[in-house]
């Protein structure tokens, strides 16, 4: 990748990072088909932002945050995982509305939820630094300019995952059934709530 811009390789990184579906992931395509395609959105953007946090703390070469974060990752991973079977919960036992709003409306509190849980996950972090490590990202970044390319290369990539993602969802949705989005909805929840176990007892994104 030494041949593509700073800008270019950054945006590759983020796009690549947020395709894996954990529970975010999980959680995101939930939110489409119930709630419609802001509440998706949100939950991505909240993703796409706290990717943005942790690149930065790399880029800027704030490694010491690791290091603090790790001796904590324990009770950080249980904490998301809790919160992630409690989302898993509440989505078993709710029923997507039949009529969503028209355009798009951003939700802050589904951003929050997404936000937080990405923050929680110290292996996210861990996980920006081994691939700065691996690319020599952190000898390239040599000027506050270079890393403000990377910064926004990553969360712009990331986004790009969320927005082809949610307005895939939210082309299916007009396609299925009342009927069908209660199963899918208790479904997804069956399978956050173990997604949210895996969470308590190995970590993930």
């Known amino acids: 990748m030494d041949l593509l811009?700073?800008?270019?390789q950054a945006?590759?990184?983020?796009?690549?990072?947020?395709?894996?579906?954990?529970?975010?992931?999980?959680?995101?395509?939930?939110?489409?088909?119930?709630r419609g395609i802001g509440a998706g959105l949100s939950t991505?953007?909240?993703?796409?932002?706290?990717?943005?946090?942790?690149?930065?703390?790399?880029?800027?070469?704030?490694?010491w945050v690791a290091d603090e974060m790790l001796p904590y990752r324990d009770l950080l991973r249980y904490a998301g995982g809790?919160?992630?079977i409690l989302l898993g919960v509440r989505t078993c036992l709710q029923s997507p509305k039949t009529r969503l709003p028209r355009g798009v409306s951003l939700s802050g509190s589904t951003f929050l939820t997404s936000f937080m849980l990405t923050l929680a996950n110290p292996l996210v972090l861990v996980g920006f630094i081994a691939i700065f490590a691996?690319?020599?990202l952190g000898e390239v970044i040599q000027s506050n300019q270079q890393a403000l390319q990377v910064i926004g290369g990553i969360f712009l990539g990331s986004m790009v995952w969320?927005?082809?993602?949610?307005?895939?969802m939210a082309a299916i949705r007009h396609h299925l059934g009342?009927?069908?989005?209660?199963?899918?909805?208790?479904?997804?929840?069956?399978?956050?709530?173990?997604?949210?176990?895996?969470v308590m007892i190995f970590g993930g994104k």
Request: proline share 4%.
């Open 5 to 8: 811009p700073l800008f270019i």
């Open 11 to 34: 945006l590759v990184i983020g796009f690549a990072l947020a395709i894996p579906l954990g529970p975010i992931g999980l959680l995101c395509i939930e939110r489409t088909l119930s």
């Open 44 to 63: 991505g953007l909240g993703v796409a932002v706290a990717d943005a946090i942790f690149a930065a703390l790399v880029a800027y070469g704030a490694r």
């Open 82 to 84: 809790l919160v992630i």
């Open 134 to 136: 691996a690319l020599d």
């Open 162 to 168: 969320w927005l082809c993602l949610t307005g895939l």
């Open 178 to 198: 009342q009927r069908t989005l209660v199963w899918l909805n208790r479904g997804a929840g069956a399978v956050l709530i173990l997604l949210g176990i895996l």
